[in-house]
């Protein structure tokens, strides 16, 4: 592979690179690319494999994996994103790992944060140590504080009730199995 140092990069919708691209601003329109390392990436009915960036902007395109500060996907989405903040509308992460992530129209199959402001969106599961919601639907909310409308199948006080239920059920069957195998000798 190799590497080509840009500055401002702009590739034509008529090219695909499979190659890695870095500089310090990216831009790319109706391409598909492999790795990319830059300050700041613009994406834009594009994708790519890797984005290492200070500052990435998604817009109708996706990446299988983000290493950013701040992050920005509109239409779009990524596999798994790492940042400090994650701004999404009407797009989608697999997994995000962020200090403050914004959802409006979006969903993420997992998110860790500390504060999470979820507006209109569906989650698969939440751990934050704050979420202010505004119609959410999320699988798994565990937070510490929670603010808004939320409807979840499993919220922290029914974790914890379930994860009891589950302990005593394992420790009631493992006593039973125990009680008839000492009946057998």
Known sequence: MTEEKLTPQEISPEETVAEDISGEVVNLTQVQVGNIQADLVRLQ????????????????????????????????????VQAETVDISQGGIGVARTNVATVVDGGIGIIFADEATLQNSQIGAVVSREVNADKIRAGILLAGEVNGDVETVLDTPRAMLAGLTAGAAIGLVLWVAQMISGRKK
């Open 45 to 80: 009915q594009s994708g790519a494999q890797t984005i290492r960036a200070a500052e990435v902007e998604l817009h109708s395109g996706g990446a299988a994996q983000i290493e950013a500060q701040e992050v920005s996907i509109v239409q779009g989405g990524a596999g798994a």
